[in-house]
């Protein structure tokens, strides 16, 4: 019964190869992010898709391109790997854009060699 | 533009109080939250208190929010080793619904 959750939970690739992490939530929210954990813990939001749209794109490589196919799905593709993307990527979901908290998965780490 | 600042780490006897303090810089936040993060796992929600309080207590997690200052803090009380963990500040403001993390407090217990 887990609320928010991403596969794979390891992930290690070398440079220059394409990956995707997926998620899903069951808890019937209605907004949907990406956050980057870097290696010194630093959280940043990349992306937020409210029903599907994309409603926050933050500085992100153009190699980074997030597809919902519904509102309860917000998967991550990653083009050309660079060593500069490994971190631990969270999902996380909300209802609604103001008010509730967010709920986050329990992460993908990412290492590109 | 809005930031999020705490200090990075504290360390506490195991049995005494912590106390985690945050600034934030953006005076339209709606809501401000605690989240804890122990090594190898994902965001837990602790708590968050709406802007329009002062303080929030659950068992023996206490918020108190000073909107004057833009000053958050999280008070543990009687803390215990499994309390040890990397805590965070975050903002949700009305602009856009995301949260802004602060960059998180190490928190170490010591027996």
């Not at chain 1, 997926?22 to 907004?31: A, I, R, S, V, W």
């Amino acid at each position: 019964d887990t609320a928010v959750s991403q596969t794979p939970k390891y992930l290690v690739t070398q440079m220059g190869n394409d990956k995707s992490i997926k998620c899903e939530q069951n808890l019937g929210h209605d907004t949907m992010y990406w956050y980057k954990q870097d290696s010194k813990k630093f959280l940043k939001i990349m992306f937020s898709y409210n029903n599907k749209e994309l409603i926050i794109n933050e500085t992100v490589p153009n190699r980074f391109s997030p597809k919902s196919p519904d509102k309860a799905h917000l998967n991550l593709h990653i083009n050309s790997l660079e060593l500069g993307d490994s971190a631990v990527y969270f999902c996380a979901s909300s209802q609604g854009q103001s008010n509730s908290p967010l709920h986050f998965g329990n992460g993908t780490r990412l290492t590109v060699t | 533009g809005e930031d999020v600042e705490q200090s990075l780490f504290l360390s506490v006897r195991e049995g005494d109080s912590s106390v985690i303090n945050c600034t934030y810089t953006d005076s339209s936040s709606t809501y401000l939250y605690w989240y804890k993060q122990e090594p190898g796992a994902g965001l837990q929600l602790l708590t968050y208190i709406f802007s329009n309080m002062d303080m929030k207590q659950d068992q023996r997690l206490t918020v108190l929010l000073n909107k004057k200052d833009k000053h958050l803090s999280l008070r543990i009380a009687d803390t215990q080793t499994g309390d040890s963990a990397i805590y965070f500040c975050a903002e949700r403001t009305g602009s856009q619904g995301n949260l802004i993390f602060g960059k998180g407090t190490k928190l170490s217990v010591k027996p």
